[in-house]
């Protein structure tokens, strides 16, 4: 057994027979299966997708769920059946959600089977391409640039360049060699090796770090989730004393019956619990990512639809989003001072390409076209890296690099930029190629280079492009373009895709990080940035209140996706780039950007409407409550009348609305969006219906004519608020307001005696009827008040002074 598992293994694992493995023969298939029959396979710990189970528990066994079921065996003990109206609803919104998170699991997870992530193992010395979660301890796989380690391994043979921000936050590149180990969860970034499991599934170090941050943190909710969680959880608070106090105060102060102190307990309650509400926002998200995977674009995390949603800075890459990610070397030429001729040149770019891995894009392209070498064998190879934005080859006694001219040309760079500055202002990317005079290694180069050539590449703008951006500029979402290239050949690509103020270019290496904030308000196009640029880029942005959300296809963009607060990958980048990313468009097609945005926008924009339904009769029934205790009045209501309310004036029309498009501009935070419009129906309800309440104490009102003629005044407001949300009046809104209005009346008429509607007298239906027409008139003054107190406290809330929204929390 190897030192490294002697140090660090569980008792469990030293009992482990260990199968040191040849690198080029690997696992044995009888070996392979003794390590999938002990359950020693690389099966990850799963937090993206419920079970079947969790998903039927959690809408089932709810905190309100439960109390609906209190309320039930009450109702039982007293033998009010018809007042157990509202259960059929409780049962049905329970099913709805079940169905309808079962389907969305079942789509969502058949995509992310089909986008496994895969690693190449070495079997009965074959290598044979798996899904990583069948790997097992001490197989041997094969790694290369852009993967994500996919469980702790040691290096066996080759070298790598490893990142390990995602699991220490270091962003720093480690060179790993043979006997070194490595850690799942980081990605290489430049290098080839073959390395042997030594930790697998749930006792990986990443696999202990999710762990982790489960216990900390299980979920991670959206804006609108949380405003919510925090309103049920409210709710769920106060529901408890008030129905104690109200109980206590109709059986023993009030001296009522028993069957009629616990009837009109519950209509409160049940008129205080959003028992919708909830549900409506997570079905409404489940069938929108649902609809995303049906387009073939996989969510990582559900609340990037609403994050999305109300992006106000998207920054973007150039190769992969702007451009195809199809690099084409388009010609190359001799530098004026070289000492060779093209042929020569040829036959050297061929020799060092011929040495180096096609391990990315730019090096395939350089490999496709620079076929006619010398066959010269290299001693010496320095892969690309990001962080020193160059590569080399060492023949012998000679040595050459190729890369950005700033990093190859440094201080030299000026006296040869009339060489290559014209390409670049026309949008080729240039590299250079030179014969180094110092000694390689993986660092940045100190010695001189003798400049011998120029490769010119490009990179073909997609064609949606223009009408992508051209989107965005419309929608209020400014684009920030963060390149590793030449700011000048960024700058000429965003032309070409139209994208505003893209003459506004920079280079990033001549920034400190006291410019950053300051460079982003004047630049639009930011060249020759580095990995933690990017990610210094993202802070700044958001420490300016942006809501930002950054795409990329390359390990040099993952720390500032992580950063973002909403991140998209495409699938043709990189295995680490996609498992870093909240969203991946798998056919790597960004003109899906805009469907994107406009589902998350119908979504937070629909349920926002809904929630106002809901929260007025929330509001209404707390207030109503706190009134009759106040005042020592009976409640007015019974929970059939709340049921038939409800039915028709929120839980019908809120989930019909949902489905509608609205793919309008996100404004303001939700919670204070919501009580906007649901304060003033609420208000309206109490005013009225405590008018009839006191009225029918003066008056001498039956307690039948006073729950009746409030349920009527409540249909009347309900209905009117109905159609302010609904205003302005489409062919889908008006099916939906007057088809509630008849399916009310329809049930009143014929089943009145199962929702409690008794015969009424004439004076409480006159008292009816003048206090709707009140109540149209209030509805109206509260609304405008609402509308002034929101406009001078709340208009901004959400948003900078200057620089647009900020980041939701």
């Not at 790993?176 to 073959?194: I, Q, T």
């Not at 963009?557 to 909403?566: S, V, W």
Request: with cysteine; hydrophobic share 45%; glycine share 6%.
């Amino acid at each position: 057994m190897r030192r490294h598992h002697q140090q660090s293994a569980t008792a469990k694992d030293e009992q482990i027979e260990h199968f040191n493995a040849a690198p080029d023969t690997g696992l044995s298939k009888d070996q392979v299966a003794h390590r999938t029959q002990a359950g020693l396979t690389n099966t990850a710990i799963n937090t993206t997708f419920k079970t079947t189970r969790q998903i039927i528990y959690s809408n089932t066994f709810t905190f309100f769920n439960l109390i609906f079921v209190v309320l039930a065996v009450l109702l039982v003990l007293v033998r009010s059946y018809k007042d157990m109206t509202f259960l059929p609803v409780i049962v049905a919104n329970t099913v709805i959600g079940i169905i309808q998170e079962l389907r969305s699991k079942k789509v969502l997870e058949k995509l992310t089977v089909l986008n496994a992530a895969k690693a190449t193992a070495i079997r009965d010395g074959k290598p044979i391409q798996l899904p990583t979660d069948q790997l097992v301890l001490d197989d041997i796989i094969e790694l290369k640039t852009g993967q994500q380690i996919p469980a702790d391994a040691q290096l066996l043979t080759g070298s790598l360049n490893v990142n390990e921000s995602l699991l220490t936050g270091e962003a720093d590149e480690i060179t790993k060699h043979p006997g070194d180990n490595l850690m799942s969860g980081s990605f290489v970034v430049s290098g080839s090796a073959r390395v042997r499991l030594t930790h697998v599934g749930a006792d990986s170090y990443a696999a202990k770090l999710t762990a982790k941050a489960q216990k900390m943190d299980t979920t991670e909710e959206s804006a609108m989730i949380k405003s919510l969680n925090r309103l049920i959880k409210f709710v769920g608070i106060i529901i408890i004393p008030i129905g104690a106090a109200l109980f206590y105060e109709s059986y023993v102060h009030n001296g009522n019956p028993l069957k009629q102190s616990i009837v009109s307990m519950e209509a409160a309650l049940i008129g205080m619990i959003p028992e919708g509400l909830y549900l409506l926002a997570t079905v409404a998200l489940a069938l929108s990512a649902m609809r995303l995977a049906q387009q073939r674009v996989l969510l990582h995390s559900m609340k990037s639809i609403e994050t999305l949603a109300r992006v106000t800075v998207l920054c973007v890459d150039k190769t992969g989003t702007i451009t195809e990610n199809q690099m084409q070397v388009q010609r190359f030429f001799t530098a004026q001072q070289a000492p060779i001729d093209d042929h020569q040149l040829r036959s050297l770019i061929s020799d060092f390409c011929a040495a180096m891995p096609g391990d990315n894009s730019t090096m395939k392209a350089m490999k496709e076209y620079f076929t006619q070498g010398s066959g010269r064998q290299a001693d010496q190879i320095v892969p690309f890296s990001s962080a020193w934005k160059y590569s080399g080859v060492g023949f012998g006694n000679e040595s050459y690099v190729l890369g950005a001219p700033e990093m190859v040309l440094r201080d030299s760079v000026a006296m040869f930029s009339n060489e290559f500055e014209p390409y670049a202002k026309q949008g080729y990317r240039v590299l250079v190629f030179g014969q180094y005079q110092g000694q390689l290694s993986k660092a940045s180069l100190s010695a001189p280079v003798i400049p011998l050539g120029f490769v010119l590449l490009r990179n073909p703008v997609r064609k949606t492009a223009p009408a992508t951006f051209r989107y965005f500029a419309e929608q209020g979402v400014k684009i920030k373009v963060i390149s590793g290239d030449d700011p000048l050949t960024v700058a000429s690509v965003a032309k070409q895709a139209q994208i505003e103020g893209a003459q506004n270019c920079v280079s990033a290496a001549a920034l400190t990080d006291r410019e950053y904030e300051s460079a982003l308000q004047r630049y639009t196009v930011f060249g020759r940035v580095t990995p933690d640029q990017k990610q210094k880029f993202v802070t700044a942005l958001q420490k300016q209140g942006e809501v930002v959300a950054m795409t990329g296809d390359g390990v040099n963009d993952i720390l500032a996706m992580k950063r973002a607060d909403t991140s998209i990958a495409m699938a043709s980048g990189n295995e680490a780039t996609m498992n870093a990313a909240q969203m991946v468009l798998l056919d790597s097609d960004f003109a899906k950007m805009p469907q994107v945005v406009a589902q998350g926008r119908q979504v937070v924009n629909n349920i926002e409407r809904s929630a106002s339904l809901f929260l007025v009769k929330n509001i209404f029934s707390l207030l109503l409550s706190i009134f009759t205790l106040v005042f020592a009045f009976n409640y007015p209501l019974d929970p059939s009348h709340i049921t038939l309310i409800s039915l028709f004036t929120i839980g019908t029309p809120s989930f019909l609305l949902a489905l509608e498009t609205n793919h309008q501009r996100i404004h303001g935070k939700f919670l204070p969006n919501v009580l906007r419009r649901a304060l003033p129906g609420g208000i309206t309800d109490m005013f009225t219906v405590g008018v009839i309440v006191v009225c029918g104490a003066l008056f001498g009102l039956s307690r039948q004519d006073i729950s009746t003629a409030s349920t009527m005044i409540l249909a009347a407001v309900g209905f009117m608020v109905l159609y302010q949300i609904c205003h302005p009046l489409n062919k889908f809104r008006s099916i939906i307001f007057y088809g509630c209005i008849m399916g009310l009346l329809v049930c009143a008429s014929l089943f009145g005696s199962l929702f409690g509607i008794d015969h009424v007298s004439v004076v409480a239906l006159g008292f009816a009827f003048v206090l709707s027409l009140t109540g149209d008139s209030s509805l109206t003054h509260l609304t405008r008040w609402t509308d002034l107190v929101y406009e001078h406290f709340f208009a901004n809330l959400g948003q900078k002074p200057k620089h647009g929204m900020q980041k939701p929390n």
